[in-house]
């Protein structure tokens, strides 16, 4: 796989959302681990400036992210805009749905409002409210980025027919894409994306989450990605196990380790060219174990930090012949 070259981004580009890279070797065995991999910022970097925002994307290049996550929703008058929560009061200074606001009231918003800092003595800071960082639309996120830098757009609200046309038109006329995937937890989203033939999906979270249950509770490998397919899911996630009975049910919570050697084989039994997503990688021995499992890139909220993690892990990486699998109570 073409690694990222300190100061400059892909030379030539690696294309990941072209499928021109090389997975790294299998897990189960001893062989070095080459290239590490690719660190999506999660929001731009929800954990190092206001998620969304241009701020946030500036910061993710300079330490040196390798794909761009960003939150699409649809304002008032029908534009494309980067946020995330159903309503603006989670992470602004006003009330209300996006959908209430033209693009041009939404850049007014201030983004930052919530977001703080705390330094070593514990004290928190607001820093965004003396420097206010507005809701960018997706023209100006594609803009404010390297031209030939992956980016991954994840699509909120519903219904999705109108945001999926406004969201096409915007990668129509910037030519962007070749260089952008579609991610949603929604099913409609894949549906309507599926209209246009340039565009690259996500799997359904639904498809890949059923996959994941079956190879992890030993009901074996169905129905495995086609060739060139994206896929994504959490490394770790909390779930609730539902137990039927004749007269009701039983519940356990578990706290599941998802990519595991076995569901990794599965996913690529038909093609070592099945790209994979591991979500919420935030340290160095979860960024360790999706390098030794062959994982294609992690969601990351903070660029900062994995880059000092990255920088930090000893090359050539060296596995053990097996990683622990399974769900653990």
Same mark, same amino acid.
């Given at each position: 796989?073409?690694?990222?070259? &300190?100061?400059?981004?892909?030379?030539?580009?690696?294309?990941?959302?072209?499928?021109?890279?090389?997975?790294?070797?299998? %897990?189960?065995?001893?062989?070095?681990?080459?290239?590490?991999?690719?660190?999506?910022?999660?929001?731009?970097?929800?954990?190092?400036?206001?998620?969304?925002?241009?701020? @946030?994307?500036?910061?993710?290049?300079?330490?040196?992210?390798?794909?761009?996550?960003?939150?699409?929703?649809l304002s008032k008058d029908g534009?494309?805009?980067?946020?995330?929560?159903?309503?603006?009061? %989670?992470?602004?200074?006003?009330?209300?749905?996006?959908?209430?606001?033209?693009?041009?009231?939404? +850049? &007014?918003?201030?983004?930052?409002?919530?977001?703080?800092?705390?330094?070593?003595?514990?004290?928190?800071?607001?820093?965004?409210?003396?420097?206010?960082?507005?809701?960018?639309?997706?023209?100006?996120?594609?803009?404010?980025?390297?031209?030939?830098?992956?980016?991954?757009?994840?699509?909120?609200?519903?219904?999705?027919?109108?945001?999926?046309?406004?969201?096409?038109?915007?990668?129509?006329?910037?030519?962007?894409?070749?260089?952008?995937?579609?991610?949603?937890?929604?099913?409609?989203?894949?549906?309507?994306? @599926?209209?246009?033939?340039?565009?690259?999906?996500?799997?359904?979270?639904?498809?890949?989450?059923?996959?994941?249950?079956?190879?992890?509770?030993?009901?074996?490998?169905?129905?495995?990605? %086609?060739?060139?397919?994206?896929?994504?899911?959490?490394?770790?996630?909390?779930?609730?196990?539902?137990?039927?009975?004749?007269?009701?049910?039983?519940?356990?919570?578990?706290?599941?380790?998802?990519?595991?050697?076995?569901?990794?084989?599965?996913?690529?039994?038909?093609?070592?060219?099945?790209?994979?997503?591991?979500?919420?990688?935030?340290?160095?021995?979860?960024? &360790?174990? +999706?390098?030794?499992?062959?994982?294609?890139?992690?969601? @990351?909220?903070?660029?900062?930090?994995?880059? %000092?993690?990255?920088?930090?892990?000893a090359r050539p990486l060296r596995?053990?012949?097996?990683?622990? @699998?399974?769900?653990?109570?």
């Amino acid at each position: 796989m073409l690694r990222l070259i &300190r100061g400059g981004w892909f030379v030539p580009l690696c294309a990941v959302l072209l499928g021109a890279c090389a997975s790294a070797p299998p %897990a189960s065995t001893t062989a070095p681990v080459l290239a590490l991999p690719l660190v999506v910022a999660h929001r731009g970097g929800t954990a190092d400036a206001p998620e969304n925002t241009l701020e @946030a994307i500036r910061q993710a290049l300079e330490h040196h992210a390798d794909v761009m996550w960003l939150t699409v929703q649809l304002s008032k008058d029908g534009v494309p805009v980067l946020y995330r929560p159903a309503d603006l009061s %989670a992470l602004t200074d006003v009330s209300g749905p996006v959908a209430g606001k033209t693009a041009a009231e939404l +850049a &007014r918003v201030n983004a930052g409002w919530t977001f703080k800092q705390t330094d070593a003595a514990g004290q928190v800071d607001y820093p965004y409210r003396r420097h206010p960082a507005g809701v960018p639309t997706l023209r100006d996120a594609l803009r404010a980025l390297p031209p030939t830098m992956p980016v991954i757009l994840d699509m909120k609200a519903l219904p999705a027919e109108p945001q999926t046309q406004a969201v096409a038109k915007v990668l129509t006329e910037e030519e962007a894409w070749a260089r952008v995937a579609i991610y949603s937890t929604e099913a409609a989203y894949q549906r309507g994306f @599926a209209a246009y033939p340039q565009a690259r999906l996500f799997e359904s979270r639904d498809a890949t989450r059923l996959r994941l249950l079956r190879v992890l509770l030993d009901d074996g490998c169905m129905d495995a990605p %086609a060739a060139s397919a994206w896929t994504g899911f959490e490394l770790h996630r909390k779930l609730t196990v539902t137990e039927k009975f004749t007269l009701g049910e039983g519940r356990s919570e578990v706290s599941a380790t998802m990519w595991t050697p076995a569901t990794v084989a599965c996913f690529r039994k038909q093609s070592s060219k099945v790209r994979i997503v591991a979500i919420a990688v935030n340290n160095g021995d979860d960024y &360790r174990t +999706a390098a030794c499992l062959g994982i294609d890139a992690v969601l @990351a909220d903070s660029p900062r930090e994995m880059a %000092a993690i990255r920088e930090g892990m000893a090359r050539p990486l060296r596995c053990p012949a097996s990683i622990g @699998a399974g769900i653990d109570p």
